[in-house]
């Protein structure tokens, strides 16, 4: 089942260097493609369609401001069970509870600055992808 995903790497994965050891992780698995990329900064109108869900929680203001921060790096990836699969590379959100071997247990300490986003289910897929690449 080819799918479609939206990643994110965040300001603290672009800031530290880490933009090549994350996406060698993603190009490494079998038959994943990276279809679009693009190093850009986010405004606060994009964020707020991004992050949506999480208005009103207590992490929503601190979290747009860190991913205004600095630049991201947007990528497309394409392939096999992809949504799934870059969650499983990425790990879990907190990255001490994340296990050695993913990104987020091998590189973050913070669960704000966890390194990576990448959309959670097909829909959030399909959502994101228009918000970071319309007439894609
Ligand atoms: P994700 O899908 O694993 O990225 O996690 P969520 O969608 O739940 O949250 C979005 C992002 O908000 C996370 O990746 C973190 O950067 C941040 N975040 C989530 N929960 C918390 C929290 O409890 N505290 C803080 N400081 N940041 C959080
Ligand atoms: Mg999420």
Redesign the pocket.
Known sequence: MSQRTLVLL?PDAVRRGLIGEVIGRIERKAGWQITALELRELDQDTLEQH?G??KG????E??VA??SSGPVVALVVEGERVIEGV?AL?G???PIAAAPGSIRGDYGT?????L???S?SEESAARELKIFFPGR
């Not at 913070?110 to 966890?114: A, F, H, S």
């Open positions: 965040k992050y869900e999480h929680k207590p992490f929503y601190p979290l860190f991913m969650r990425a879990p959100t907190d913070i669960v704000r600055e966890n990576i986003h990448a959670d």
